[in-house]
C-alpha cells in the first residue's frame, strides 16, 4: 500500500513528540524535590485482625473558599511547575493539583509509548484490507482518518506535558498523601481509595505503600462521614466477604473483613438513593453480576439499587441475626451522624459547575470498589465530599 503523505506526518509527529517528552523525562537537571511527609510513627502498625474497623483519622475539614485560586488549567505545565512547586509545600490543593499533573503526565506518555507501539500492526492491519469496492475502500479510509484523529487528539494533549519531567511514584504518592492528609477531599478519595500508587509502580515504593496500609482505612473512614459516596461504596466493598472472590483495589487489601461493617455501609447507600432509580440509571456496558441488565444489543442500563440490594440480601443471609440488627443500628445512627452521602452529578463533557450531590450518577457504585481517578480540576474543589 502506497502511503500517503499526511500518513507519514503526523507518525513522523507522533515520534517526535514522543521523544521529546522522553527526552526531558530522563536528561532534565533539575528533578522536583520530594515533599516533607507528615509525621508518622516508626514501627507503623499493621490491621488489626480482629477485624475491627479502624476510627476516622482526624483530618481537619478544607476550607477552599479560602484559598488561592490554583493556575488555569489551561496553561502548559512547564510554565506554572515552579509555583506549584512552591505553593504546595503549604497548601494543599497545591499539592493535590501538582500530583494530578504528574499523574495526568504519567498517563499520556504511556499512551504515547503505546499508539507508537501500535503504529506497524495499523499500517499492516490497513495492507491486508481488500479494496475491490467501493465500500472497502471507504471504510479503509474511515478507519484511517479514524486513528489519524485519535492519533492528533493525544498530540495535542501531550503538548500540556511538553519539557515537563517525570517524578518518582514516591514523590507523586506523597504530594497525594500531603493533601488527603489536610482534608482535600479529592486527595483524601484517591489516597485512600489506593489510585495515588500504580501496580507497575509497586516495587518502586514499597515505603509509601507500608505508610498507606497503615493509614488508608482511617482516611477512608472520615471522606465516608463527611459524605463521599464513592469512598462508602469501596469501604463497603473492602470490608465484604466476598471481596475475596474478585480482584480486590488496594484499600481491600488494607482493611479486614467486617460483615457487620460492610452491610451497614450497603444500608447508607441504599437510603441515599433517589426513591426511584429512573433518574439515577445510566448506560453501561453489558457484564456478569447484578445491576446491569437490557436488551440484546451489547449495552445495558446500570441500575445502582439492584446492585446494593443484591450485597445487603447476600450479607443479611450470611449474618445472623443479632449481627444484621446490629449492622441496621449502626447505619441509622450514621444516618444522624454522618453527612448524606453525595457524589458529583454528572455533567455533560466540557460543562462546569453544577450542584454536587443534585444527583447520585450510578456509575460511582463500581464492582469491588474500585473508584474513579480524580481529575485535575477537582482539587480546588470541596462541596463533593459533603463539606
Known amino acids: 500500500m502506497r502511503k500517503q503523505g499526511r500518513t507519514w506526518i503526523w507518525l513522523l509527529a507522533l515520534g517526535a513528540t514522543a521523544a521529546g517528552m522522553y527526552y526531558w523525562g530522563r536528561r532534565s537537571g533539575d528533578p522536583l524535590p520530594p515533599p516533607a511527609l507528615a509525621a508518622t510513627s516508626a514501627a507503623a502498625p499493621t490491621p488489626a485482625t480482629t477485624g475491627a474497623p479502624r476510627a476516622a483519622a482526624a483530618i481537619p475539614r478544607y476550607d477552599a473558599g479560602s484559598a488561592r485560586p490554583l493556575p488555569s488549567l489551561d496553561s502548559p505545565l512547564r510554565l506554572i511547575l515552579p509555583e506549584l512547586q512552591r505553593r504546595a509545600a503549604n497548601e494543599p490543593a497545591a499539592a493535590c493539583r501538582l500530583a494530578a499533573e504528574m499523574e495526568y503526565c504519567d498517563n499520556l506518555r504511556m499512551r504515547l509509548a503505546g499508539a507508537e507501539n501500535n503504529l506497524d500492526s495499523f499500517e499492516r492491519q490497513l495492507e491486508r484490507m481488500p479494496q475491490e469496492t467501493q465500500q472497502q475502500r471507504d471504510q479503509r ?162 441500575n445502582p439499587r439492584e446492585m446494593i440490594d443484591s450485597q445487603i440480601r447476600t450479607l443479611t443471609r450470611d449474618l445472623s441475626p443479632e449481627q444484621a440488627s446490629q449492622a441496621r443500628a449502626r447505619a441509622a445512627e450514621r444516618a444522624q451522624g454522618w453527612s448524606r452521602p453525595t457524589a458529583p452529578a454528572a455533567a455533560p463533557a466540557g460543562a462546569s459547575g453544577g450542584a454536587p450531590g443534585a444527583n447520585l450518577p450510578s456509575m460511582f457504585l463500581m464492582q469491588g470498589g474500585f473508584v474513579p481517578d480524580v481529575q485535575r480540576q477537582d482539587c480546588e474543589g470541596a462541596g463533593e465530599s459533603g463539606t
Request: proline content about 8%; overall charge positive.
Open 141 to 302: 479510509q474511515r478507519m484511517a482518518e479514524s486513528y489519524q484523529s485519535m492519533t492528533e487528539r493525544l498530540l495535542t494533549q501531550s503538548e500540556h506535558c511538553a519539557q515537563v519531567p517525570p517524578i518518582s511514584p514516591e514523590q507523586r504518592a506523597a504530594y497525594w498523601r500531603r493533601a488527603a492528609l489536610a482534608g482535600v477531599p479529592a486527595a483524601m478519595r484517591h489516597y485512600a481509595s489506593g489510585n495515588a500508587f500504580r501496580y507497575q509502580d509497586v516495587l518502586d515504593n514499597l515505603p509509601g505503600l507500608a505508610t498507606y496500609r497503615s493509614e488508608a482505612e482511617s482516611i477512608a473512614r472520615a471522606a465516608a462521614e463527611r459524605g463521599d459516596a464513592r469512598m462508602l461504596a469501596s469501604l463497603a466493598f473492602a470490608y465484604s466477604p466476598q471481596r475475596d472472590g474478585m480482584r480486590r483495589n488496594f484499600l481491600g487489601q488494607a482493611v479486614q473483613t467486617n460483615p457487620v461493617e460492610s452491610l451497614a455501609m450497603f444500608l447508607q447507600l441504599r437510603d441515599s438513593l433517589p426513591p426511584q432509580d429512573a433518574a439515577a440509571n445510566a448506560v453501561a456496558p453489558v457484564g456478569p453480576g447484578p445491576g446491569l441488565r437490557g436488551p440484546r444489543g451489547g449495552r445495558a442500563e446500570f
